[in-house]
């Protein structure tokens, strides 16, 4: 079992019940969730020691959310309380040619603005093996982005792995000010995880490979994996591959570079799509996981793949599938058959 820290935001999705739009409903389903927090989840579901951390209001909605993660093994204890709001968010999920639409509701949440007096970094990574963060918790706010530099800072001086998932969020910054904070903190990270959209917005790196039309083509990525790996230093990079044909229908599949050897996964053809969100986070969850427990990237990469197909037949952020259950994915079993 391995110490896996994860720091980020979680948050209060509001959802209208099966596939309705927001205009129709009288009322919402409540779920948490949010990147790191999904992570954590996974983490914890794979029999880690996850920890996350966080800031929530003291009042009884910032405990749901405490609450919600507790449920599923993931420590709270280095979540600060206090600050005024829990960061909202409400998602419509989209069907066939219809998308899913995210409206946020989470300025002035209460990690947006902690500051670094609410954590003590290096307790936190003490005995840790893994820290991950993703490009979400920077784009919140300034002081956000501050917190995420000073955690990384504290994981290097404990000799903590540092994964980040650099998730772009166009409602969140732009291009221009992703760059400006995320390509500093990358001289921290050894896992550098993200789409090709991710790499081009947030670190200025374009793959030679049209997605849109479907010609991933992996050499025009392990040329850019390189260039990256050769400016930032990482140990792997490793990128999703999604094939968009409707909101409910996807194809899925990832690669790695470690330097030396690049990997393609094997891909699903994952229809019907129950709900995607969290799909990248769970993505992340299994790499973490297959980077620590397996014996090559191919199967930690494998691992990663099969968990997130699986998250897509999960309602809700959080995947909640056991390691047996990715590992029976990833040798092959995809029938679907009901198991007496």
């Known amino acids: 079992m391995s110490k896996i820290v994860t720091l980020g935001e979680i948050m209060l999705r509001l959802s209208p019940v099966a596939s309705k739009r927001f205009v129709q409903v009288d009322n919402f389903d409540i779920i948490w969730g949010g990147g790191e927090a999904n992570v954590a989840v996974s983490c914890a579901n794979y029999g880690h020691d996850a920890w996350f951390v966080s800031k929530l209001p003291a009042h009884e909605i910032g405990q749901a959310a405490v609450n919600a993660l507790r449920r599923y093994g993931v420590h709270t204890e280095a979540i600060a309380r206090g600050g005024a709001r829990v960061g909202i968010y409400y998602c419509e999920t989209g069907a066939s040619m219809r998308p899913s639409k995210v409206i946020y509701d989470r300025a002035g949440s209460a990690i947006a603005e902690a500051d670094p007096s609410d954590f003590d970094f290096d307790a936190i990574m003490e005995g840790a093996d893994w820290f991950h963060w993703s490009g979400i918790t920077p784009a919140i706010s300034d002081k956000a982005a501050e917190l995420t530099r000073l955690a990384c800072e504290a994981a290097k001086r404990h000799g903590v792995t540092v994964s980040v998932d650099l998730n772009f969020r166009k409602k969140l910054w732009t291009s221009e000010k992703a760059q400006s904070v ?159």
């Open 182 to 340: 995320m390509r500093p903190l990358m001289k921290y990270v050894d896992v550098c995880i993200g789409n090709e959209e991710d790499a081009e917005l947030c670190l200025g790196f374009k793959p030679d490979a049209d997605v849109e039309s479907g010609n991933t083509d992996a050499e025009g990525y392990k040329g850019i994996f390189a260039a990256m790996m050769k400016e930032f230093g990482f140990k792997y990079v490793v990128s999703t591959l999604r094939e968009s044909f409707s909101a409910t229908h996807n194809g899925w599949k990832a690669m790695i570079y470690d330097g030396k050897e690049f990997y393609q996964s094997k891909r699903y053809d994952i229809d019907p799509i129950i709900d995607r969100v969290g799909g990248g986070d769970s993505f992340s969850g299994g790499l973490i996981h297959g980077l620590l427990t397996k014996a090559t990237q191919s199967e930690a990469l494998e691992f990663a793949v099969a968990a997130s197909a699986l998250k897509h037949t999960v309602n809700g952020d959080f995947n909640l599938v056991s390691e047996a259950e990715v590992e029976a994915l990833a040798g092959g079993n995809a029938n679907g058959r009901v198991q007496r």
